[in-house]
């Protein structure tokens, strides 16, 4: 079994280790992998909570999500509460389990897979991702029937900038070229502008170039990407949170 936590942390940050051991002892048969994203980046986690669960992999793996900005209520919380508990069910086999904040279940929703809510407690502790999920993923895992409504889930954001990878190359919600194919366009992230070549192949420009191109991530459909060859396009382009739209001219 395959268990991959994502989750806005930190990296290197000790709430990664205390999570894994807290998983040695609910599920020791896992595997546990961390996938840190930045804080509060609901965007972010949501891509890779999807392209984890609708990529290839093995049947029983489990994707847990945990970026809890608690952004949904603006007065004060009693006893920790946040937002809640959500899960999937592939008909893969993969199990994906998180918290409903923001867009981290909007892509999967956006695939078509239902979310519902898991019926567990949304308070207890600061630290929910190692105090009260845990037992819930593991008893989810196990197959106990802990599933309850299904949640209207809000869109992923369209045509904007959503995991910038360790290249520095932008992945996009970017579904079809902006442009013919060899056409030169004008890309404005933020405040930041540069000029791509819209091609087939995201290494199909010289180097010292940016394509704007189908990348290496993507279910059903490619994600474009902007990809600076021989540089790094996030850079060039101001490091832009995910979720900043991504202008095309």
């Known amino acids: 079994?395959?268990?991959?936590?994502?989750?806005?942390?930190?990296?290197?940050?000790?709430?990664?280790?205390?999570?894994?051991?807290?998983?040695?002892?609910?599920?020791?048969?896992?595997?546990?992998?961390?996938?840190?994203?930045?804080?509060?980046?609901?965007?972010?986690?949501?891509?890779?909570?999807?392209?984890?669960?609708?990529?290839?992999?093995?049947?029983?793996?489990?994707?847990?999500?945990?970026?809890?900005?608690?952004?949904?209520?603006?007065?004060?919380?009693?006893?920790?509460?946040?937002?809640?508990?959500?899960?999937a069910r592939l008909a893969s086999g993969a199990l994906v389990v998180g918290v409903a904040a923001g867009a981290t279940m909007s892509f999967l929703a956006g695939a078509g897979v239902p979310v519902r809510a898991?019926?567990?407690?949304?308070?207890?502790?600061?630290?929910?991702?190692?105090?009260?999920?845990?037992?819930?993923?593991?008893?989810?895992?196990?197959?106990?029937?802990?599933?309850?409504?299904?949640?209207?889930?809000?869109?992923?954001?369209?045509?904007?900038?959503?995991?910038?990878?360790?290249?520095?190359?932008?992945?996009?919600s970017w579904h079809e070229p902006p442009a013919p194919v060899g056409s030169t366009v004008r890309v404005r992230i933020g405040a930041a502008t540069a000029e791509a070549t819209v091609t087939d192949g995201v290494f199909a420009v010289p180097a010292g170039r940016m394509s704007f191109a189908p990348g290496s991530s993507g279910w059903g459909r490619p994600f474009y990407e902007l990809l600076l060859r021989g540089g790094d396009a996030a850079a060039l382009l101001g490091r832009p949170p995910n979720g900043t739209p991504v202008d095309v001219m």
Not at 121 to 145: E, K, T
Not at 152 to 171: C, F, I, S
């Open 1 to 87: 079994m395959l268990l991959t936590v994502v989750a806005d942390y930190g990296v290197g940050d000790l709430a990664f280790a205390e999570v894994r051991q807290r998983f040695a002892t609910l599920l020791p048969q896992a595997q546990v992998t961390d996938l840190p994203v930045r804080p509060f980046d609901t965007v972010g986690a949501g891509f890779c909570v999807a392209q984890l669960a609708l990529g290839d992999g093995p049947g029983d793996r489990i994707v847990y999500a945990n970026v809890a900005p608690r952004q949904d209520e603006a007065d004060a919380r009693t006893d920790n509460a946040g937002e809640p508990l959500a899960a």
């Open 118 to 172: 898991v019926k567990v407690a949304d308070c207890g502790s600061q630290f929910r991702s190692r105090d009260v999920f845990p037992a819930a993923v593991a008893a989810l895992a196990r197959g106990d029937d802990l599933l309850g409504v299904e949640l209207a889930v809000p869109p992923a954001p369209e045509r904007a900038v959503v995991w910038t990878d360790g290249y520095g190359n932008l992945k996009t």
